[in-house]
């Protein structure tokens, strides 16, 4: 069992910053993949980025450049910082761990982007 808390959502203006931060417990050493998604009202749940194991990263085309996963394997913390933010990156976002047996999902956290 992996256990997966988000923090760091919040309102944000358009361009500005907020750093997010999902903290994993359990059985940790059994993640593989590390991964933030999202998922505005009225929308399907999409992948944002996601890193290995080894601190191999990848994004989505709609934040490329403006955002970055990073991951801390001996806090067992997987961050993304967000700048340049835009209204369309509101939704809440969830962190998501992959074990071999299957995937984890966090309870999510609210992002807002608007003036």
């Known amino acids: 069992q992996v256990q997966l808390v988000e923090s760091g959502g919040g309102l944000v203006q358009p361009g500005g910053s907020l750093r ?12 593989n993949v590390m991964g933030w998604y999202r998922q505005a009202p009225g929308e399907q749940r999409e992948v944002v980025a996601v890193i290995t194991s080894g601190g191999s990263t990848g994004y989505a ?55």
Request: overall charge neutral; some cysteine.
């Open 61 to 115: 085309d709609s934040v490329k450049g403006r955002f970055t996963i990073s991951r801390d394997n001996a806090q067992n913390t997987v961050y993304l910082q967000m700048n340049s933010l835009k209204p369309e990156d509101t939704a809440v976002y969830y962190c998501r761990a992959d074990v071999p047996e299957g995937r984890y999902w966090g309870q999510g956290t609210q992002v807002t982007v608007s003036s």
């Open 20 to 31: 997010l931060s999902c903290a994993a417990s359990g059985s940790t050493f059994s993640i």
